[in-house]
């Protein structure tokens, strides 16, 4: 496996349509990610991960890839590419590409020469005959909505897609798949790309025959499948694991720990680190995300203490992160984006970047950014949003109640412009943007990020105590005050070092039981003044005490 450090880099993600725009198009490009290179070096992150760019009929926001070594002309041209990569490299910090290698779009060349007959390139989809009765094979649904199964009226048969009608799913049993995916990987290696993160790569293995699910959607047929492992070692093989260099990180789809530990073993051969899902589910009632409430304080500490400890016993390794561009903005989700906004989303970051793995941030996460609060279907664009709108709908749910959902859980939430300066469209573009730029953007922007007291510098800190000190890169993970109702804490322990994290998840203050702070320590941050008796924790206060 790769043998770079992973302790002490940090990760910053960019939504690139929604990042910067160069062109007056109102959709951002690479030429944008040029022009904000320094901003992004000035927090200390080591890697950018940019999220698809390829051709695509955007109907997934360009996780449908109709060409995986070419880049769509709304976002530039390979010459942007190739200069992104250089400019970059001049700072220091490296480009992350998402593979999307599950699915690829129905105008992808493979898919068009399925259609015409080409035996070659059926085998590269999953296609069955239905059942009697014009049934599809299986009654598995999509994660958008609807059968997973997309009829082809010409040959009175049907394909699978996971994910929309227009997604459909590749056939990794297929050797010819899977040389093809290694030949994409290697082509963007020898681009200079130095990261590469797997899109819901745990799905990329499907049984042998396809039966109804009588108690789900079918997520169990199709989820952390033996051969999946297989399947990412000879990745693995032939492609980023001849470099010392690469690192690599897979989103996992509700896998579990086990798996998980396979996935991002440092012996196991595979990936490099994971991400997991689970700790982002604590406001899904009965798993019901569209369902409004309180995030469960209690479950999220368990889910976090839990991974932590058995990633650790495992030695696999985390991608920290809050959210991405298919969660909601973590300041409205689990914070406070109003009174104690700035204190609040401190206090997120401080719990993340004290934990065992390595941090991501998602663009506007540095600045505190919140969720766009859009009150009319026509303000949004995410086509499982839409999706969602019409079902909650036609199911009788008042405007107020599909709103109050939508306000709360859509991907767009976190997919509107990167909010640069106080200005109408707040700097991200000179035309009319894509999807519209919070209107908040007034008060919450980079024009504040040289306050020392900002939420950005705040950050910036962050990533540098982690450069700094190795018990945060590689200290074990002790959890403490495990039922505590109000107080997430726990601690790393290297070398002779504890580095104690404690963090007020609420807007009151409460109490700090006697002697979790070591009174020798030294705070290395905070998110407010540290005087006399540590006694209580503030409003959403955060504290990280050094000792030894």
Known sequence: MAAIKLGDKAVYQIYPKSFQDTNGDGIGDLRGVIRRLDYIKELGVDYLWLTPFYPSLQYDNGYDVADYKAIDPVYGTMEDFDELVAEAGKRGMYLMMDMVFNHCSTKHEWFQKALAGDPFYRDFFIIRKGKAGGLPPSNWLSKFGGSAWGYLPATDEYYLH??????????????HVRDACCDVVNFWIEKGVKGFRFDVINLISKPESYEDDLCGDGHKFYTDLPKVHEFLKELNRRTFGRFEDIITVGEMASSDLEN??????????????????????????????????????????????????????GDGWHALFWYNHDQPRIVSRIGDEGKYRVESAKMLATVLHGLRGTPYIYQGEEIGMTNAGFQDISQYRDIETLNVFNRLKSEGKTDGEVYGSLQKKSRDNARTPMQWDDTETAGFTDGTPWIEVNGNCRQINTLDRENPDSIFQYYKNLIALRKAYPVIQEGSFVPLLEEDPRILAYRRVLDGQELTV??????????LPQGLLPETGRVLISNYPQEGKRDGLRPYEAVMVLRG
């Open 162 to 175: 996971l994910f929309h009608v227009s997604q459909a799913d590749l056939n990794w049993e297929n050797p």
């Open 502 to 511: 404690a963090c007020n998840f609420f807007g009151e203050e409460t109490a």
């Open 260 to 313: 998980s530990i396979r996935y991002s073993g440092r012996a196991t051969e595979e990936l490099s680190m994971i991400f997991d899902f689970h700790h982002l589910k604590i406001d899904y009632p009965s798993g019901n995300k569209w369902e409004i409430q309180p995030f469960r304080f209690h479950d999220l500490k368990h889910n976090l203490f839990t991974w932590q400890t058995e990633m650790e016993k």
